[in-house]
């Protein structure tokens, strides 16, 4: 892979240098992680106290008015490969906006995913302590979550289409999981695809990647075969569990459906889309292939059927004409944001962003993730506005106040490897 043949023995071994450390890394850090501190007897419970605080005022504004006011406490389930860093953006200007306190990761930017979550990830975390926001990348566990929040919280989440998933997953985390290192062709994905069971063992490294990583992301065992009992069990939990689920395909409608749920104004939904990948770095598969993706990540697909129609039923529900109606509003809306923001056409390849406040975290080994140039003659009256618009996750987090050391180390041996 690193084309050692032929080249003197000293290249070989700076090439190993990264490596080297970057095992003592992970080991120091295993050491860190590993010490659990013992469970206190008494339970660490969320305090009502900021549940009581958004119950008065929502009690204050129906005396004063009809109108519903803005929910501040909030579980977002961030799966991956699903626009959620999107979603992300969203939340945290709408955090910053109402000074919210934030459950934030701690050295880097998920909740030690792929371990399942656990409160004491969270930065400063004290037992009893209540947050009014979960929104980073973890391996979901309710009852850890809801010991964080306050009990009116409003969970969701957001789906998208498994076999596009699937493809995404496999283009951006490919050189990170060795099961496809032995792949060999043109096309990997197909190579896959036509025999997954000959690459794929469900123990090894990453593999959770490669298989229903929807199912994975939630708790679950995403080796389940689709017709297993367990999954329409666990679709039921999760229906329970949260309070609306979005579905990246539709995404417009999406957001509007979460304006209404969460009393929001338009201000806080507009957006520009984030980490989108250059189209030609995606691979477009064949009806045959889509329905071998569609299978092996059928779990995944029931999932998605599921909260498909479930969201569908929502949107006839809010109205269709009126959904129309605000799906055009916000296109508006962010079309003028865009004016006001944004240099050129929209989103560039990562080669030709100019800040690197704004440069998206790129996969391993390659600049696919698209983003955006602030425009130059900006008005000033915009300009934070049109900042906090642009910045990707991991400088967004960086802001708030969470240091990325472990993120930093990782992105500084990938540049020096390849
Ligand atoms: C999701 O639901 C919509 C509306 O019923 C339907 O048109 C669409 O084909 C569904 N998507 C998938 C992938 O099944």
């Given at each position: ?84 860093s999107t979603i992300l953006n969203i939340l945290f200007r709408f955090g910053e906006k109402h000074k919210l306190?934030f ?161 929001w104004t338009w201000e806080d939904v507009l957006y520009f889309k984030q980490n ?54 916000l296109r508006r809306g962010n079309a003028r944001m865009k004016d006001i923001c944004i240099e050129g056409e929209g989103a560039v390849?990562a080669?030709k962003i100019q800040d690197r406040r704004f440069m998206p ?9 698209m983003g955006y140039n602030l425009k130059t003659n900006v008005e000033p009256k915009n300009k934070a506005m049109c900042e906090k618009l642009l910045t990707p996750e991991i400088q967004y987090l960086s802001d708030l106040g969470v ?16």
């Open positions: 892979m690193f084309g050692i043949k032929g080249k003197p023995c000293t290249a070989v071994i700076r090439r190993l240098i990264p490596w080297f450390l970057l095992t003592i890394v992970m080991l120091l850090f295993y050491c860190f992680t590993s010490q659990e501190k013992p469970r206190s007897a008494q339970e660490d419970t969320c305090p009502l106290s900021i549940a009581k605080r958004s119950q008065s005022s929502l009690f204050d504004s129906v005396l004063k008015s009809n109108k519903c006011s803005p929910k501040m406490n909030i579980m977002f389930m961030k799966t991956h490969k699903t626009a959620s306190k459950a934030l990761p701690d050295g880097r930017n998920d909740f030690f995913y792929p371990s399942p979550f656990l409160c004491s990830q969270v930065k400063d975390y004290q037992p009893g302590q209540c947050f009014n926001v979960v929104c980073n990348h973890m391996r979901f566990d309710h009852h850890e979550v809801s010991k964080l929040l306050p009990p009116d919280s409003v969970y969701f989440t957001i789906l998208r289409n498994p076999v596009d998933l699937f493809e995404s997953s496999f283009h951006y985390y490919r050189r990170a999981i060795p099961l496809t290192w032995k792949i060999g062709g043109e096309n990997k994905l197909l190579e896959f695809l036509n025999n997954p069971l000959n690459f794929y063992s469900p123990q090894a490294y990453n593999s959770f990647y490669l298989r229903n990583l929807l199912n994975f992301d939630f708790g679950f065992d995403n080796n389940l075969e689709a017709d297993d009992a367990h999954v329409t069990t666990n679709i039921q939990y999760l229906s329970k569990r949260f309070d609306l689920v979005l579905i990246a395909e539709y995404f417009e409608e999406s957001l509007i459906l979460l304006k209404d749920l969460l009393c989108s990948r250059e189209r030609s770095s995606v691979s477009k598969l064949s009806p045959e292939m889509r329905n071998k993706a569609a299978q092996w990540n059928g779990a995944d697909w029931r999932l998605y059927q599921h909260f498909n129609s479930t969201f569908w039923a929502r949107v006839e529900a809010y109205g269709r004409d009126r959904m129309e109606k605000e799906v055009n509003l390849k080669q975290w790129q996969p391993l080994g390659e600049s696919s993730i240091n990325l050391w472990l993120t930093r180390v990782w992105g500084w041996l990938r540049d020096t490897i390849y």
